[in-house]
Nanobody, 126 residues
Framework: QVQLVESGGGLVQAGDSLRLSCAAA????????MGWFRQAPGKEREFVAA????????NYADSVQGRFTISRDNAKNTVDLQMNSLEPGDTAAYYC???????????????????WGQGTQVTVSS
């Protein structure tokens, strides 16, 4: 198993930047595909970004492409989400997730991920 703890959320204004971090503990971090998802009140959980085990492949939701960047540091067991040009529509609880699979296909589907953090709240005011 792997335990995930997110941090870095907060209240910001539209146009601001924020960096989320997810710290992993447990099994070898580099064996996991990592993803970020978010869920706004009254809405389904949605995919934000994913990164392959070595960091060479990334995948983004259309809504965040060009504004958000996912990265990982396997030496520090962390995965980060740099969020720029934030919009009120980005307001949500953000979750880090880990997938124990070798294929990067389907990384936008929540069902691919077995382990989840507790989430960190991001609120963007207009």
């Amino acid at each position: 198993q792997v335990q995930l703890v997110e941090s870095g959320g907060g209240l910001v204004q539209a146009g601001d930047s924020l960096r989320l971090s997810c710290a992993a503990a447990g099994r070898t971090f580099s064996n996991y595909i990592m993803g970020w998802f978010r869920q706004a009140p009254g809405k389904e959980r949605e995919f934000v970004a994913a990164i392959s085990r070595g960091g060479g492949n990334t995948n983004y939701a259309d809504s965040v492409q060009g504004r958000f960047t996912i990265s990982r540091d396997n030496a520090k067991n962390t995965v980060d989400l740099q969020m720029n040009s934030l919009e009120p529509g980005d307001t949500a609880a953000y979750y880090c997730a880990a997938s124990w699979t070798t294929s990067f296909a389907g990384t936008s589907f929540a069902g691919k991920y077995a382990y989840w953090g507790q989430g960190t709240q991001v609120t963007v005011s207009s």
